[in-house]
């Protein structure tokens, strides 16, 4: 489970070897339901949720475990299991509280940094999308949203399931190569709190105790 907590949470999706690239394909109402969503988010001054992690393979969820996660423009906080990320808009603090270390790195081409929204971005350039039609999830009837890789990076589709009426995520879905599964479920949302000034700020002073390293 740790190793699946840290290749999603470090924000490592690396992208593998490029092999045919096709031309993308993005179905208009998939489009339109991904836009709005996107600028619904966007115009916000900043959201929360509390999610259910899953993970597994071969199609199946074998452990679930609690996370928060908070946003505001570019920046966000992830907090999972014993495993806290921080991106302050310039780089990201991965903070390991039972090794007790702490890396930090600036985000770049070849990487993606975890958001459970990430994909209402990314989408735009690395992903064919198609609309899958209507499921039921928590009792919502949700759109569902398929995406597949453009090219080579380790995924074989993504599922993405959403609330049109409220433009929220519900659910992600995330297939790879390898047959392993991680599922993020939107439990509770929030939008536009007084959040702590500092919310974002890496304080060293709380982890003078930890192995720090830069990469």
Same mark, same amino acid.
């Given at each position: 489970? /740790? @190793? !699946?907590?840290?290749? %999603?949470?470090?924000?490592?999706?690396?992208?593998?070897?490029?092999? =045919?690239?096709? #031309?993308?394909?993005?179905?208009?109402?998939? /489009? @339109? !339901?991904?836009?709005? %969503?996107?600028?619904?988010?966007?115009?916000?001054?900043?959201?929360? =949720?509390?999610? #259910?992690?899953?993970?597994?393979?071969?199609?199946?969820?074998?452990?679930?475990?609690?996370?928060?996660?908070?946003?505001?423009?570019?920046?966000?906080?992830?907090?999972?299991?014993?495993?806290?990320?921080?991106?302050?808009?310039?780089?990201?603090?991965?903070?390991?509280?039972?090794?007790?270390?702490?890396?930090?790195?600036?985000?770049?081409?070849?990487?993606?940094?975890?958001?459970?929204?990430?994909?209402?971005?990314?989408?735009?350039?690395?992903?064919?999308?198609?609309?899958?039609?209507?499921?039921?999830?928590?009792?919502?009837?949700?759109?569902?949203?398929?995406?597949?890789?453009?090219?080579?990076?380790?995924?074989?589709?993504?599922?993405?399931?959403?609330?049109?009426?409220?433009?929220?995520?519900?659910?992600?879905?995330?297939?790879?190569?390898?047959?392993?599964?991680?599922?993020?479920?939107?439990?509770?949302?929030?939008?536009?709190?007084?959040?702590?000034?500092?919310?974002?700020?890496?304080?060293?002073?709380?982890?003078?105790?930890?192995?720090?390293?830069?990469?």
């Amino acid at each position: 489970m /740790k @190793k !699946i907590i840290s290749k %999603i949470v470090v924000g490592t999706l690396v992208v593998g070897s490029i092999g =045919f690239v096709q #031309a993308q394909k993005i179905d208009a109402k998939a /489009k @339109k !339901i991904l836009d709005d %969503i996107t600028a619904n988010y966007n115009s916000k001054k900043n959201s929360y =949720f509390k999610f #259910a992690f899953g993970s597994g393979m071969n199609g199946a969820v074998s452990k679930t475990e609690p996370g928060i996660y908070y946003s505001a423009g570019n920046k966000y906080k992830l907090k999972i299991m014993e495993t806290e990320q921080i991106f302050d808009g310039n780089k990201i603090y991965n903070i390991n509280t039972e090794d007790m270390e702490v890396t930090v790195a600036k985000p770049n081409a070849n990487s993606t940094m975890f958001s459970p929204i990430n994909y209402l971005t990314t989408y735009r350039k690395d992903y064919n999308v198609v609309y899958g039609g209507k499921k039921a999830v928590d009792g919502v009837n949700a759109d569902l949203i398929k995406l597949t890789p453009v090219k080579a990076n380790g995924l074989k589709y993504i599922y993405l399931y959403v609330d049109s009426a409220k433009k929220q995520m519900l659910k992600l879905e995330q297939y790879g190569n390898n047959k392993d599964i991680s599922v993020i479920a939107i439990k509770e949302y929030k939008e536009n709190q007084q959040l702590d000034p500092n919310m974002f700020v890496f304080d060293k002073a709380k982890f003078k105790n930890y192995l720090v390293t830069e990469l």
